[in-house]
């Protein structure tokens, strides 16, 4: 009795149009669907089939596109296997080739940090880098510390691949670290050892460089707009209301220091003025008693 070979599709996601989509040229080399799921009406591809969605979360479109990472294969109903790639991925290999190798064993295969040792290194990078809030990353670090410390020493995985089989099993891991990385940082990386490890999933670790290997190569830049992310992040550190109570901070400050320099302006005016009236008064007084002191003068004389 011969198996049926599973549906298989590659899958990204663009939100944002913070950068341009990455062809994919082995796309033309294999039947696998390649699918970009994106926010953007015109997007178009000479290898992705683009697929238009709302974003997750519409102020933060790098969460929205970690939605579709860890939760968009579900999305996938018509197909059994998926390979997730980040968008600065270019695949070297088919996809086939790549599913069989890393599913040989398990139900999810991730490669490992290739220059990362721990996951406490990956959470002091993204600190120390800004690459998100460090009070919430810290929090992160705190919380796992207390819940799995052992988690904190494993080495990273680098979750720019992902291949998976569309289990219950893989879902529910999924939808776990679909929920840390709305609840904590943004940097998928900082979770994905923590939710394995409490969903006792087991994992297919693919020892690669991150920069090459058969498989893929990275990262390729298609003009990222660096501002855009950076600008971003400030904002959602920033809801409206706390926007409006910085405008009203800033015209409060700017009228005190008008009314500082009108008070200046005023005691300047008003010590000029009083120079003034002295020097008016001084000039009233020596002309007032001439007539005087020319009299003082001429009997001063006569007594001589």
């Given at each position: 009795?011969?198996?049926?070979?599973?549906?298989?599709?590659?899958?990204?996601?663009?939100?944002?149009?913070?950068?341009?989509?990455?062809?994919?040229?082995?796309?033309?080399?294999?039947?696998?669907?390649?699918?970009?799921?994106?926010?953007?009406?015109?997007?178009?591809?000479?290898?992705?089939q683009?697929?238009?969605?709302?974003?997750?979360?519409?102020?933060?479109?790098?969460?929205?596109?970690?939605?579709?990472?860890?939760?968009?294969?579900?999305?996938?109903?018509?197909?059994?296997?998926?390979?997730?790639?980040?968008?600065?991925v270019?695949?070297?290999?088919?996809?086939?080739?790549?599913?069989?190798?890393?599913?040989?064993?398990?139900?999810?295969?991730?490669?490992?940090?290739?220059?990362?040792?721990?996951?406490?290194?990956?959470?002091?990078?993204?600190?120390?880098?800004?690459?998100?809030?460090?009070?919430?990353?810290?929090?992160?670090?705190?919380?796992?510390?207390?819940?799995?410390?052992?988690?904190?020493q494993?080495?990273?995985?680098?979750?720019?691949?992902?291949?998976?089989?569309?289990?219950?099993?893989?879902?529910?891991?999924?939808?776990?670290?679909?929920?840390?990385?709305?609840?904590?940082?943004?940097?998928?990386?900082?979770?994905?050892?923590?939710v394995?490890?409490?969903?006792?999933?087991?994992?297919?670790?693919?020892?690669?460089?991150?920069?090459?290997?058969?498989?893929?190569?990275?990262?390729?830049?298609?003009?990222?707009?660096w501002?855009?992310?950076?600008?971003?992040?400030a904002?959602a550190?920033?809801?409206?209301?706390?926007?409006?109570g910085?405008l009203?901070?800033?015209?409060?400050?700017?009228?005190?220091?008008?009314?500082?320099?009108?008070?200046?302006?005023?005691?300047?005016?008003?010590?000029?003025?009083?120079?003034?009236?002295?020097?008016?008064?001084?000039?009233l007084?020596?002309?007032?008693?001439?007539?005087?002191?020319?009299?003082?003068?001429?009997?001063?004389?006569?007594?001589r």
């Amino acid at each position: 009795m011969t198996s049926v070979a599973p549906r298989r599709v590659v899958y990204s996601a663009l939100m944002g149009q913070y950068e341009k989509l990455n062809e994919q040229p082995v796309a033309r080399e294999t039947d696998i669907d390649f699918i970009c799921f994106t926010d953007d009406p015109e997007l178009t591809s000479e290898t992705w089939q683009i697929r238009l969605v709302e974003p997750r979360l519409p102020m933060d479109s790098i969460r929205s596109a970690r939605y579709f990472k860890t939760r968009g294969f579900m999305l996938l109903g018509d197909y059994d296997e998926s390979l997730w790639i980040d968008n600065s991925v270019r695949l070297r290999s088919t996809p086939d080739a790549i599913l069989d190798a890393w599913l040989a064993d398990a139900d999810i295969a991730i490669p490992q940090h290739s220059f990362r040792k721990t996951v406490i290194g990956e959470f002091d990078t993204v600190a120390t880098d800004g690459y998100d809030d460090p009070a919430r990353v810290y929090e992160q670090l705190i919380h796992y510390s207390s819940l799995r410390p052992e988690s904190l020493q494993e080495l990273p995985y680098w979750t720019a691949l992902l291949a998976r089989r569309h289990t219950p099993e893989v879902d529910a891991a999924m939808s776990l670290w679909s929920d840390h990385i709305m609840r904590y940082s943004r940097r998928d990386q900082l979770s994905i050892n923590f939710v394995l490890g409490s969903a006792g999933l087991p994992v297919t670790a693919i020892g690669i460089d991150n920069l090459s290997s058969e498989w893929h190569e990275w990262p390729v830049r298609a003009d990222r707009k660096w501002h855009v992310t950076q600008d971003r992040l400030a904002n959602a550190l920033r809801v409206p209301s706390v926007e409006l109570g910085k405008l009203e901070n800033d015209l409060r400050l700017m009228k005190e220091q008008i009314g500082a320099v009108e008070t200046m302006h005023t005691d300047v005016l008003e010590a000029r003025e009083n120079e003034l009236h002295h020097l008016y008064r001084s000039t009233l007084s020596w002309r007032l008693m001439a007539p005087l002191r020319a009299v003082s003068t001429w009997m001063g004389r006569g007594r001589r």
